[in-house]
């Protein structure tokens, strides 16, 4: 197993990419802190988990709150005695025309995006130094051939792109790795995206050059394990479109 003896911490892993990401490393070896605002899906994540003969810790964890975050990643360590692989999926969607989007709901998307994902970053730090992992997840949106209703959310995890850049150039030397994915899977947001716009939804599918949506474990989180293995150890900074190769990343 890639990951034998490997603690991670997964944000958003309740259900959908997050869920899917946490299985996957578990299937690696990997101890998995499953962190999300439900307590009742974590513990939902955690029984699949150890159904399949893994270990799992639920930790019920707001990522707009910059205490609770620091409370879960001190019970992380004190549960486990250390941390290599963080992975950020947790995030609230500002979606819709710029008209239409709220302060309130961009604000809330910010919070919960970059600000959680750059707060998340520094306070595991210290226990990643050495053989650290980072994956943070951004979206394809911001390169999408038209952006009608995904500006605000494109602009917001752009800023995630530009936050693992940093960190990538800035703690490469202090041996943890920072990259970021751009997946297309049928998390609980997209299916519900597609049964609201089927039209758009079709057109979509066909952009995809392998004319389907990725599944959440076996094509996002079989790769996120393979991102934060031995294996990858020379991959670092990089955005990387999980998607089928429906977007060029730039």
């Given at each position: 197993?890639?990951?034998?003896?490997?603690?991670a911490l997964v944000t958003g892993a309740g259900q959908g990419v997050g869920q899917g990401i946490a299985l996957a490393l578990?299937?690696?070896?990997a101890k998995i802190a499953v962190t999300g605002r439900t307590e009742s899906k974590l513990h939902t994540t955690c029984e699949l988990i150890r159904e399949r003969g893994g270990e799992a810790l639920p930790v019920v964890c707001q990522v707009k709150s910059e205490e609770s975050l620091a409370n879960c990643v001190e019970t992380v360590v004190g549960h486990y005695g250390g941390l290599q692989i963080l992975v950020n999926n947790a995030q609230e969607v500002p979606l819709g025309e710029l008209h239409d989007i709220t302060d309130k709901a961009f604000t809330a998307g910010f919070?919960?995006?970059p600000l959680?994902?750059?707060r998340m970053m520094k306070l595991c730090y210290p226990h990643l130094?050495?053989?650290?992992?980072?994956?943070n997840l951004g979206t394809s949106s911001a390169k999408r051939w038209d952006v009608n209703g995904f500006g605000a959310y494109a602009a917001i995890?752009?800023?995630?792109?530009?936050?693992s850049r940093a960190a990538a150039c800035e703690w490469g030397p202090d041996g943890i790795r920072t990259n970021v994915i751009l997946p297309h899977a049928k998390s609980p947001g997209l299916e519900w995206w597609m049964n609201q716009?089927?039209?758009?939804?079709?057109?979509?599918?066909?952009?995809i050059p392998?004319?389907?949506i990725g599944d959440c474990e076996e094509d996002i989180g079989r790769f996120v394990a393979l991102l934060c293995s031995e294996g990858s150890s020379y991959i670092n900074g990089q955005s990387i479109g999980v998607d089928g190769g429906q977007a060029l990343i730039g």
């Open positions: 197993m890639m990951l034998e003896n490997k603690i578990a299937a690696e070896g919070e919960s995006g959680a994902t750059l130094k050495g053989d650290g992992c980072i994956v995890k752009e800023a995630i792109r530009a936050l716009y089927p039209e758009q939804a079709a057109e979509f599918i066909q952009s392998q004319k389907r």
